[in-house]
């Protein structure tokens, strides 16, 4: 059977000499993983399509037996804003990876959706990229049932006052306002949510740049 979906492209990776095996956020299934043939050749009519950081229109072969096979995909949002800065490019792919940690197989989630491409957005234009980061990732914990705001309520853990007061914020902070919150402590709060991160998965593969670019 072949069906049309519209995805986010999370990451992709060597599949067989010449193919992709590509972890895409898709508006009608959630998440799955399809084989893009061919796509890493240079001149494939896949590449582009199939590039993490890319929403595109999928043409998508699936018999239930075996992995979905890409046979044809159109680009709707390149975001080559962020692709050609490398400070956001890595903020963008950390937000990927998160996405592809907390989503599960085969279950939609178009709030999820919306999220993770509205991050890329917002990264491509604001002024402060760590923050809006930050604001992203404490929102998608809170879709996936891991809210950090919560915990620290119910748990009683032990914190500054205002760093607890402005990560509840941001819980909720749409990306319009991410410039406009008046924080102090960025850096302590992005280790704290880093740190209640580990608790439920390893530090993204991206945290060493994120950590070298820190000081920039």
């Known amino acids: 059977m072949y069906y049309t979906i519209k995805g986010l492209v999370l990451n ?7 193919d992709k095996l590509i972890t895409i956020y898709s508006y ?18 896949l590449s582009a399509a199939t590039e993490p950081l890319t929403e595109s229109e999928f043409m998508v072969f699936n018999n239930n037996f075996s992995r979905p096979k890409i046979t044809g995909a159109r680009i709707l949002k390149n975001n080559t804003t962020i692709k050609t800065d490398f400070k956001r490019n890595i903020y963008a792919l950390y937000a990927a990876e998160i996405g592809d940690k907390f989503a599960p197989f085969n279950l939609a989630n178009t709030v ?15 002024m402060s990229p760590k923050r809006a980061l930050t604001a992203f990732i404490l929102r998608f914990l809170k879709q996936s049932g891991y809210s950090f705001a919560d ?28 410039d406009l919150i008046n924080i102090a402590k960025d850096d302590k709060i992005w280790t704290y949510v ?13 945290s060493i740049f994120l950590t070298k670019i820190s000081d920039m």
Do not use: M
């Open 151 to 178: 915990y620290l309520k119910n748990n009683n853990a032990f914190v500054d006052r205002d760093v607890e007061k402005t990560i509840k914020t941001l819980s909720s902070c749409s990306g319009n306002n991410v």
């Open 194 to 206: 880093e740190i209640y991160l580990t608790n439920y998965i390893c530090r993204p593969a991206v």
């Open 112 to 126: 999820k959706y919306d999220l993770i491409l509205r991050i890329w957005e917002i990264l491509a234009v604001c």
């Open 28 to 45: 009608e299934w959630g998440k799955i993983q399809a084989v893009a043939p061919s796509a890493k050749k240079i001149a494939a009519k």
């Open 12 to 18: 992709s990776k060597i599949h067989g000499e010449y």
